[in-house]
């Protein structure tokens, strides 16, 4: 997110990837609300007799749900690496500092208003990768190549676990009309609960992509022309082989997800994020391409990356509002909620625009 580059010059394709990432990310956690707190990302389409909730439903599950969380934590690996750049050495504890405030936040966010945070894994990340800044780029591949083999183990693990016959009673869903008390209790157990699972098991998958990340800062792949060659060739080898992969798993749990089913919906959660990794990488180069050649794209895009944590936050304290029961308790279909979600990020980015230099205030005070 924006706050992780701001010791370092601005780039402003890395802002403008930023800003488009944020959109996906805005959409699942809207769309995927009623899921929670047991199932998800996404919720079964709703109404369940609507073809076009059908449609969509699909399509989100195919082409969006993991790519915004993915992208973002590629890019905060690949921020770590231009602020490197930009600071000496010296700055360590600026750094933690950073964390430790990104973690404090991602904590009351968790809590308090989404169970769904996702700064408190970017943190406990950080601080794995402090380490690495000065490292060389061969001792980080080497770093790199044990993360690949532990996530190929844990993906084992978790299709084992998931042979197993479900016992867990369900939880309460979030969106049931209950006290302000109440549904934060709730809320926060199943954070907490997730947190501690999610940091024991599941901190390898996004600690690869910011590894990766990391890697491709020290390139200088997004912005450097040498690589521009290579970014497009690895576009178009990969992009529709990409999009099959993804639309083909989908197709294959769709009768499961699309009422709801807790054994395929569980094996979606378990891998739907590797498909996803292959059609980020032949994606991104393709936009970053375009950006490129589109500097009037890239100028409308690049505002809103210098402000999406605050951004992110306030698209959890609408859904809270909105959908939660401490809230509205309101559940407007997958087509409604996809329309409000991209309209609550089109208002983000004309905001991003009306503030010009100025920084939204989560973004200010985590730069201190």
């Not at 022309?225 to 990409?242: E, I, K, Q, S, T």
């Not at 699309?258 to 590797?274: C, E, K, Q």
Request: one cysteine or more; aromatic letters at 8%; charged letters at 10%.
């Amino acid at each position: 997110m924006s706050h992780i580059a701001s010791s370092a010059p601005r780039i402003a394709v890395i802002d403008a990837l930023r800003a488009l990432a944020l959109m996906p990310v805005v959409i699942v956690n809207w769309v995927g609300y009623p899921a929670l707190p047991d199932m998800g990302p996404l919720s079964p389409p709703a109404p369940a007799d609507s073809p076009l909730a059908q449609g969509l439903s699909f399509l989100l599950h195919a082409l969006v749900a993991g790519k915004g969380i993915s992208l973002l934590a590629f890019l905060f690996g690949y921020s770590q690496a231009l602020s490197h750049r930009a600071r000496s050495v010296d700055a360590l504890p600026h750094r933690q500092q950073r964390l430790q405030r990104m973690a404090v936040l991602g904590l009351l966010h968790g809590c308090l208003i989404y169970m769904g945070d996702i700064l408190t894994t970017y943190a406990v990340c950080g601080w794995v990768m402090l380490g690495w800044m000065a490292r060389r780029l061969s001792e980080v591949r080497v770093r790199l190549r044990v993360i690949v083999v532990l996530n190929g183990l844990i993906l084992l693990l978790a299709v084992v676990l998931a042979q197993m016959p479900v016992t867990t009673p369900t939880s309460l869903p979030l969106t049931t009309p209950m006290s302000w008390a109440s549904w934060v209790i709730q809320n926060a157990a199943h954070y907490l609960i997730m947190l501690v699972s999610f940091v024991i098991l599941g901190l390898p998958l996004p600690l690869l992509l910011m590894t990766l990340g990391l890697m491709a800062g020290r390139l200088r792949l997004f912005s450097h022309p040498r690589w521009r060659p290579a970014l497009a060739a690895w576009a178009r080898r990969w992009g529709w082989p990409a999009v099959v992969l993804n639309v083909a798993c989908v197709t294959f749990l769709w009768p499961g997800l699309s009422v709801g089913d807790v054994r395929d919906s569980s094996r979606y959660a378990i891998g739907y994020l590797y498909p996803t990794l292959l059609l980020l990488s032949a994606v991104v180069p393709a936009l970053v391409l375009m950006l490129h050649r589109r500097p009037r794209w890239l100028r409308l895009l690049a505002p809103m990356g210098r402000h999406t944590l605050t951004i992110y936050i306030g698209s959890s304290v609408v859904s809270l509002l909105l959908f939660s029961g401490a809230g509205l308790a309101w559940q407007p279909g997958t087509a409604a909620t996809l329309l409000l979600a991209l309209i609550y990020w089109g208002g983000g980015l004309l905001l991003s625009h009306l503030l010009g230099s100025r920084r939204l205030p989560l973004e200010a005070w985590l730069s201190r």
